[in-house]
């Protein structure tokens, strides 16, 4: 699993070349950003936040093809004025992932009544009255690391269990 969620793994060294062609038209040489962790932070972010929404429509799309109600449907929204937040809507509950900061994603319900909750963990869990925070961890070599709890995430779990949770609480 790619820890910095690039959709190709040669995007980075794509990205210096073009930099480096935008680096001889300009004649404006930028040595090191590099070094500098928020633009890997602000990068990763928004490609994890692409991912996980990727994820997401493919197994929403799923669900509501073998549901086949329009009344049960899960409905995909983009938050607008924002670079890749969304919700989903079902039954007056919405599943909310926003991009906070560029080290910071939330992931929380939000009632019709406005209130805004986090989704039990496990059973022992209650729900939270805070959403769920996924946190960067700047590492070696400027490598973005993204945890839950201190504990690094897994896009396809994380996918899986909000779904699930967001599925059972918003049914009738």
Avoid: C
Avoid at 89 to 116: E, W
Wanted: negative net charge.
């Amino acid at each position: 699993m790619l820890t910095t969620h690039e959709s190709t793994p040669t995007k980075w060294i794509e990205n210096l070349a073009l930099e480096e062609l935008r680096m001889e038209e300009s004649g404006v040489v930028n040595f090191n950003d590099h070094l500098n962790p928020s633009f890997f932070l602000e990068e990763s972010s928004i490609n994890l936040m692409e991912d996980i929404k990727q994820e997401v429509d493919f197994f929403v799309s799923k669900f509501n093809d073998y549901r086949d109600n329009q009344g049960s449907q899960i409905k995909f929204f983009k938050i607008s004025n924002t670079i890749n937040d969304f919700m989903l809507f079902r039954n007056s509950l919405r599943l909310v992932f926003a991009r906070k900061n560029i080290n910071l994603i939330t992931i929380g319900f939000l009632s019709s009544t406005g209130q805004i909750f986090g989704p039990r963990i496990n059973e022992q869990s209650a729900v939270t009255d805070a959403p769920h925070e996924l946190k960067a961890k700047v590492g070696a070599y400027n490598k973005i690391i993204w945890e839950f709890v201190g504990e690094e995430i897994d896009i396809k779990a994380l996918v899986r269990h909000y779904l699930t949770e967001f599925i059972r609480s918003s049914a009738r």
